[in-house]
């Protein structure tokens, strides 16, 4: 299983980046995906979650309206588009899937966002 993302770099308050996740390696369609991200010095949260369907969505609350999360399982990738950043935004992004047959998490190698003047 390998998940693997891009998109990250330098932006601007208020602009914005589109970070990708590709997954090889097993049936991406039939499982749920999720984006944390752990900024220096504090534990890694959850961003946004979606189901395997791409039906439901979840957010934390200081990402609502700015943030979606998405996928293309013709693909087998998740994305997530970041709008309006802010410099608490600013962290090592991370894409997640908990796989029930090997009963772990898996995560990608992580992103740098960093939102800069």
């Known amino acids: 299983v390998q998940l693997v993302e891009s998109g990250g770099g330098l932006v601007q308050p208020g602009g914005s980046l589109r970070l990708s996740c590709a997954i090889t390696?097993?049936?991406?369609?039939?499982?749920?995906m999720s984006w944390y991200r752990q900024a220096p010095g504090k534990e890694r949260e959850l961003v946004a979650g979606?189901?395997?369907?791409?039906?439901?969505?979840n957010y934390a609350d200081s990402v609502k309206g700015r943030f979606t999360i998405s996928r293309d399982n013709a693909k087998n990738t998740v994305y997530l588009q970041m709008n309006s950043l802010k410099s608490d935004d600013t962290a090592v992004y991370y894409c997640?899937?908990?796989?029930?047959?090997?009963?772990?998490?898996?995560w990608g190698q992580g992103t740098q966002v960093t939102v800069s003047s």
């Open positions: 390696a097993f049936t991406f369609s039939r499982y749920a």
């Open positions: 979606i189901t395997s369907g791409g039906v439901t969505t």
């Open positions: 997640k899937v908990y796989l029930p047959g090997y009963m772990r998490d898996y």
